[in-house]
């Protein structure tokens, strides 16, 4: 047979498409999913599994904090393999300038019904002592989580699978859009919803889409017991996060179930091949032994990299795309897809059910980059 028909077709099985796939089969709809490669391949296998509440805006917020709030929800059903762990971020002040950022955040976070502490040099010491001494203090967020995403995905699309959901890996899409995806191979599937969840790819498969890669590199190291015990975050990551332009490495490191650390993170626009570049290794790790001089004993057991979907107001899109009325985008989470996975799902079933979405969509929908795109 080369035809199917479905309710809803979904290009990718990062996830986001896995979470999508999830949540509609949850609401009773025949969902077909289909990847070129695997299930939790492309960036969520490359990503850190950082679960964190933002602050750049309120939309970046409401998305994180609330999806946040799902995965403390989805707990209890996540296999021992996700490693889910509510290890906490703290956010590393180096110096008193930075601890003004560690109280607007307090305030921020406070002000939102968001736990935090603030702590003090010596407080910060205690929790992490493999940290230099002289740092000045830190915003511990307590909620915030890890988990290993690969693994967080393949749950995600077992158990779409196990409410009817049909996959079909090894599958290059060429089309998607006007009702139907087309496969490389002729296979075509006919869907009322089409859902391009493609990633950094997705704007290969929806012209006007402006998604930029941005290339990540991540480190992981031997198992080294105890040497580190929250997600631990420079404060000066959101300047890196921010720069549009040049190259950046920030002091971002994970604990892992495992005792090994993953020590990230780098960010790079214009480059396009997935090589692991040995300059950009180089200054994360000097960055990493500048916040914690033990790094510099550590065995590192792996390196690689990783396209982040980038959108340029740096908020993802999530909804209909104006000119095609089957078509949905799930796509633009550049970091933080693992955490907005599960509530990007939400609020794009949301939309196409009609059920009344817990927070405001109107910042995530794609008719503001359609629109920009029509003035360019
Ligand atoms: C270094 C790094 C660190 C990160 N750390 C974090 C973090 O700590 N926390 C966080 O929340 N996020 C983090 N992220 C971001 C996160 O990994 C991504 O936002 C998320 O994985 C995006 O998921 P996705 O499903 O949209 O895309 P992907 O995981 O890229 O999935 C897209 C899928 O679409 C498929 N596909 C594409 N084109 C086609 C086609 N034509 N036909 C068929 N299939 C196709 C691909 O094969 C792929 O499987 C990080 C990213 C990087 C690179």
Not at 90 to 101: F, L
Not at 135 to 140: E, S
Not at 284 to 297: D, F, H, I, T
Request: with cysteine.
């Amino acid at each position: 047979m080369r035809h199917a028909t479905y309710d809803v077709v979904i290009v990718g099985a990062g996830i986001v498409g896995a979470a999508c796939a999830d949540e509609f089969a949850r609401r009773g709809m025949r969902v077909a999913v289909v990847d070129r490669e695997m299930v939790g391949g492309g960036a969520t296998a490359a990503g850190m599994g950082h679960i964190v509440t933002m602050d750049d805006s309120e939309a970046q917020f409401a998305l994180t904090r609330y999806s946040q709030q799902l995965w403390q929800k989805l707990r209890p059903e996540l296999p021992a393999d996700v490693e889910y762990d509510q290890c906490g971020t703290i956010w590393v002040a180096a110096d008193e300038e930075e601890m003004v950022e560690v109280r607007r955040k307090r305030d921020f976070y406070g002000q939102r019904e968001v736990p935090t502490e603030v702590l003090d040099s010596q407080t910060l010491m205690r929790l992490e002592p493999s940290l230099r001494a002289g740092l000045a203090g830190g915003l511990l967020v307590m909620e915030d989580a890890v988990l290993y995403p690969p693994c967080a995905a393949r749950l995600l699309m077992e158990r779409a699978q196990k409410q009817g959901a049909t996959l079909r890996l090894g599958h290059s899409v060429v089309e998607a859009g006007q009702g139907r995806v087309r496969m490389a191979d002729g296979f075509e599937i006919s869907a009322k919803v089409v859902v391009n969840a493609a990633g950094a790819c997705a704007g290969t498969l929806t012209p006007g889409v402006e998604i930029k890669k941005r290339k990540g590199h991540l480190i992981i190291t031997d198992r080294y017991a105890r040497f580190l015990r929250h997600q631990l975050v420079e404060l000066g990551y959101l300047k890196s996060a921010h720069s549009v332009s040049s190259d950046s490495v920030a002091f971002n490191v994970q604990p892992r179930r495992t005792g090994q650390i993953l020590i990230g993170s780098s960010r790079q626009y214009g480059a396009e091949h997935a090589e692991v570049d040995s300059k950009i290794l180089a200054r994360m790790l000097q960055r990493a032994r500048e916040y914690m001089p033990g790094v510099e004993q550590m065995s590192v057991v792996r390196t690689w990299t990783g396209f982040r979907a980038a959108t340029p107001d740096k908020l993802p899109l999530i909804g209909p795309w104006p000119g095609d009325d089957s078509l949905f985008l799930a796509t633009g989470h550049e970091g933080l897809g693992i955490t907005t996975s599960l509530s990007t799902a939400r609020i794009l079933v949301d939309q196409i059910t009609g059920a009344k979405p817990e927070i405001p969509i109107e910042p995530y929908l794609p008719s503001r980059a359609a629109q920009e795109h029509a003035h360019v």
